[in-house]
């Protein structure tokens, strides 16, 4: 060897395995190791065994100075010289090189999961490390899946849940497979992702749970989906509803457009157009009061006059507000009174369909929506983790493989303890 021994057993560091040789592959540097044996014993009667061949198997290591490193192990196959041992031969192994059927080494395999689960894409670390990409993606699924699967603890540490759909692949023009994210909206994270937004499969996952776990779930964050609120009901019936502002508040500004829209055609005989008052007033009929200024409050009120001879969208968009401010309401009871007087002027025969309409959704999910005050949470977070898997989704472009898709959003929205990583044993 040119180089020092030492310099070169550095680069494997273990204990029991010596370095037989190195050399260079065209562009890759390749070691050549093999495991010490000493007295070896057959695993079926105990006797002595001895070495039948040893085969060399070649996995992909972490680059070494730039350069691409390959890894051969000269593997000991095993035979028992007992012709009634009912275990013939066998492959010793070393979890602590590779695991079994990974192409990647151990170090080089959590190496890989690392930077995937942090954004990185399997492309851009199968160029690094010189290899295929199904080596990398192998990898990244056998070894996040045992990182997933024995992280336990950043499941137990919410009382606060939510549930939430995203669309997974889109099958044709007509249909498209949805997902389910459950989320930690406590600690902001991704507890897991279903393959499916039914009743059954859902409500199944969290039956699954351990007791203690659903126990302590106190509160349920949802939309105004009748699928997650059965879920929540049947399952945990103990965690108080919570339906999200958010969806509230773009319930009544859908409402407040629709009135817009129809009073513009009732006024005009067609569609906005760049010059109809309404239409111009499309945009800040959607912000919050309190954000205008006196300039564009003025300019709203003038628009309005021009346009809604019948004030209509006006009443739209004072209901609006005042569904605003029952989330400004400082405790519930005061919230619930304001609701419930928002609901009843709404119901009036003389208000426009559309805002009826609101009122008997609003009635129907009154206590749920009233629930916010009791702990001011929302799905919020379970929305921002969506967008978190959505740029999964861009950076893979596109999966088809769900399994593929649940590891890779978890390891990079689950917030997964890394740590716990280095002791991961995979065989």
């Not at 070649?58 to 890894?71: C, F, S």
């Not at 499916?196 to 203690?212: E, I, M, N, T, Y």
């Not at 004072?318 to 569904?323: A, D, F, G, P």
């Not at 025969?349 to 749920?368: G, I």
């Amino acid at each position: 060897m040119s180089e020092p021994i030492e310099i070169v057993q550095a680069l494997v560091g273990l204990k029991d395995v010596r370095v037989l040789f190195y050399q260079r592959r065209g562009s890759q540097v390749e070691l050549v190791i093999e495991q010490v044996v000493s007295d070896p014993r057959c695993p079926g009667c105990g006797g002595p065994a001895r070495v039948k061949e040893r085969p060399l198997v070649r996995y992909v290591d972490l680059p070494v100075y730039g350069t691409a490193m390959r890894l051969g192990w000269r593997k000991h196959r095993m035979r028992c010289p007992d012709p009634g041992c009912p275990r013939r031969t066998w492959v010793l192994s070393d979890h602590r090189i590779a695991a079994k059927s990974c192409l990647l080494t151990t170090r080089a395999a959590k190496w890989a999961t690392v930077q995937v689960g942090t954004g990185r894409t399997v492309s851009e670390v199968a160029a690094e490390l010189a290899c295929d990409w199904h080596t990398v993606n192998d990898a990244v699924t056998t070894y996040g899946g045992a990182l997933l699967a024995a992280d336990r603890k950043r499941l137990n540490r919410t009382c606060a849940i939510g549930l939430d759909e995203t669309s997974f692949v889109r099958l044709d023009r007509q249909h498209t497979s949805y997902a389910t994210t459950v989320c930690d909206v406590q600690n902001h994270q991704i507890i897991d992702i279903l393959p499916s937004r039914h009743f059954v499969d859902v409500a199944g996952f969290l039956d699954k749970q351990p007791q203690g776990w659903k126990q302590r779930i106190t509160y349920g964050a949802l939309d105004m989906s009748a699928t997650y609120a059965a879920v929540y009901t049947v399952i945990l019936p103990k965690a108080a509803q919570v339906v999200d502002s958010f969806h509230v508040i773009s319930l009544a500004n859908r409402a407040l457009d629709a009135v817009r829209r129809r009073v513009q055609n009732e006024q005009t005989g067609h569609r906005g157009r760049r010059d109809d008052p309404l239409y111009r007033a499309r945009r800040t009929l959607l912000v919050g009061q309190e954000r205008l200024d006196e300039r564009a409050t003025q300019r709203l009120t003038s628009l309005l006059a021009l346009g809604d001879p019948n004030a209509e969208v006006a009443i739209a968009y004072r209901v609006k507000e005042r569904l605003r401010d029952f989330y400004r309401a400082k405790t519930l009871p005061e919230a619930r009174t304001m609701l419930d007087e928002l609901i009843e002027h709404c119901q009036h025969p003389a208000m426009p369909a559309e805002l009826r309409k609101l009122a008997r959704t609003l009635q129907t999910w009154s206590d749920k929506i009233c629930n916010y005050h009791l702990a001011r949470i929302s799905n919020g977070p379970t929305e921002a983790l969506n967008n978190l898997i959505k740029r999964i989704k861009r950076i893979g472009f596109g999966f088809r493989n769900f399994a593929n898709y649940r590891i890779r959003a978890l390891l990079y929205a689950g917030k997964p303890n890394w740590r716990v990583l280095g002791s991961i044993v995979v065989q």
